[in-house]
Antibody
Framework: QVQLVESGGGLVKPGGSLRLSCTAS????????MSWIRQAPGKGLEWLAY????????YYADSVRDRFTISRDNAKNSLYLQMNSLSAEDAAVYYC???????????WGLGTQVTVSS | EIVLTQSPGSLSLSPGERVTLSCRAS???????LAWYQQRPGQAPRLLIY???SRATGIPDRFIGSGSGTDFTLTISGLEPEDVAVYYC????????FGLGTKVEIK
C-alpha cells in the first residue's frame, strides 16, 4: 500500500535552515505530483508547495515563497523541502502528501515535527 | 484567496446520531474542487471525500458529501466512536486552502 515517511525535522534556531525528506513506497512515485503541507500546534492545515512529476512545474504558497524550495529525486523515490530563514511561525508538523493535482491529496505521511527556538 | 469557513467549531453527539458539518466558501467554486479530510487524534489527515460527493477508497458509506457553489456539507449518517476526529474541508479552485476544521466528539 501507499506509504510516505517524512524525516529531517528537529530543533533549529531562528534564522536557521532545515531540509526535510519524504520517502515514498507502494506506488510509482515518478507518476505522481507531490506536495508539502504543514500544521502548526493547535492550528489547521496549510498547503506549502507542489511539484510536478518531473519537477519542471513548481508552485508555492505566498507564505513560504523565496524561503522554501521543493524538489524531488525520482530515482530515490524521494521528495524534499529545503527551508531557510526559519522563524517561530514555521514551527509545525510537516506532512508530505501525494497530490492528485489540482484537486486533492489522497495519501499523507505521518509527519515530521519542526521546532524553531533559540 | 478563497476562505473556507467551517461550522460548528465543535460538536458532541451520541453514537448513532446524524452529524452535519458545514463548509462555506468565500466565493463560488466548482464541486470538482472541494474535498473533505478526517484527522483522528495523533494521526495524519485522511481523504474522505473528493469532488464534493465522491467517497475515497475504503471510506464507509455513512460519510456523505454534498453541496455546490459556496455551501458544502459533510454528513455522517450514524456516528461511530471511531469517527471522533477533526474534519477539514479543502478547496483547489484557486491555489489550495483548508478550513479551520470541526471537532467531533462522542457524548
Amino acid at each position: 500500500q501507499v506509504q510516505l515517511v517524512e524525516s529531517g525535522g528537529g530543533l533549529v534556531k531562528p534564522g536557521g535552515s532545515l531540509r526535510l525528506s519524504c520517502t515514498a513506497s507502494g506506488f510509482t512515485f515518478s507518476d505522481h505530483y507531490m506536495s508539502w503541507i504543514r500544521q502548526a500546534p493547535g492550528k489547521g492545515l496549510e498547503w506549502l508547495a507542489y511539484i510536478s512529476t518531473t519537477g519542471v512545474t513548481i508552485y508555492y504558497a505566498d507564505s513560504v515563497r523565496d524561503r522554501f524550495t521543493i524538489s524531488r529525486d525520482n530515482a530515490k523515490n524521494s521528495l524534499y523541502l529545503q527551508m531557510n530563514s526559519l522563524s517561530a511561525e514555521d514551527a509545525a508538523v510537516y506532512y508530505c502528501a501525494r497530490d492528485i493535482w489540482p484537486d486533492y491529496f489522497d495519501s499523507w505521511g505521518l509527519g515530521t515535527q519542526v521546532t524553531v527556538s533559540s | 484567496e478563497i476562505v473556507l469557513t467551517q461550522s460548528p467549531g465543535s460538536l458532541s453527539l451520541s453514537p448513532g446520531e446524524r452529524v452535519t458539518l458545514s463548509c462555506r466558501a468565500s466565493q463560488s467554486i466548482s464541486s470538482d474542487y472541494l474535498a473533505w479530510y478526517q484527522q483522528r487524534p495523533g494521526q495524519a489527515p485522511r481523504l474522505l471525500i473528493y469532488g464534493a460527493s465522491s467517497r475515497a477508497t475504503g471510506i464507509p458509506d455513512r460519510f456523505i458529501g454534498s453541496g455546490s457553489g459556496t455551501d458544502f456539507t459533510l454528513t455522517i449518517s450514524g456516528l461511530e466512536p471511531e469517527d471522533v476526529a477533526v474534519y477539514y474541508c479543502q478547496q483547489s479552485a484557486s491555489s489550495r486552502t483548508f478550513g479551520l476544521g470541526t471537532k467531533v466528539e462522542i457524548k
